[in-house]
């Protein structure tokens, strides 16, 4: 569900932001991060079940198969990011997988962060980190998306790397 909707019909630099569970705390502080360092709007959607929304994407897609003479049904995912725009961007503490299997009921650009790897004790903030899926990450790649779109340019993803912190060169936490 829609939890904060930020952007506005004139926005032109817009993502949506979707988060699952504690996540969403980051998902917050990443989308007052790029207002207010970025100038990008955010509307933030709580995900309450990646898995019933998957659910219904392939109940909806079974429907459509079987009813091919009436009017297609929409999952509700696809419903929900109908009258938005901009990239989407789901985070979750979770495997990246479980965030991902929506993807085809995602109507344009999704990219998904999860917590790919082995396990680890340590802080949430320092796992968040250290998994890639914290406040700065979702920016991150929010950043990213829209430079994918050509919305803005991609010396603003490199501003970001520098503006973070983020050693560019660190081993990929799902191998390490």
Not at 35 to 47: L, M, N, Q
Not at 55 to 61: E, I, M, N, Y
Not at 108 to 124: C, P
């Amino acid at each position: 569900y829609l939890l904060k909707k930020n952007s506005k019909k004139a926005s032109k630099k817009v993502v949506q932001l979707m988060g699952s569970g504690t996540i969403l705390r980051e998902v917050i502080a990443a989308a007052e991060i790029l207002k207010a360092d970025f100038g990008v709007e955010s509307d933030i959607w709580s995900v309450t079940s990646f898995n019933e929304l998957r659910k219904d994407g392939l109940a909806t897609r079974r429907w459509n198969l079987l009813h091919p003479q009436e009017t297609s049904r929409v999952s509700y995912v696809n419903d929900c990011l109908a009258k938005t725009v901009g990239p989407v961007i789901a985070s979750t503490d979770y495997m990246k997988s479980y965030a991902d299997q929506i993807r085809d009921f995602v109507p344009r650009r999704y990219a998904v962060l999860g917590t790919d790897g082995f396990g680890r004790s340590d802080t949430r903030q320092r796992l968040r980190e250290f998994f890639e899926v914290d406040r700065h990450f979702i920016a991150l790649a929010a950043l990213s998306a829209l430079a994918e779109e050509n919305i803005i340019e991609t010396k603003i993803v490199s501003q970001a790397i520098e503006r973070f912190g983020i050693n560019p060169d660190k081993l990929d936490p799902a191998n390490s």
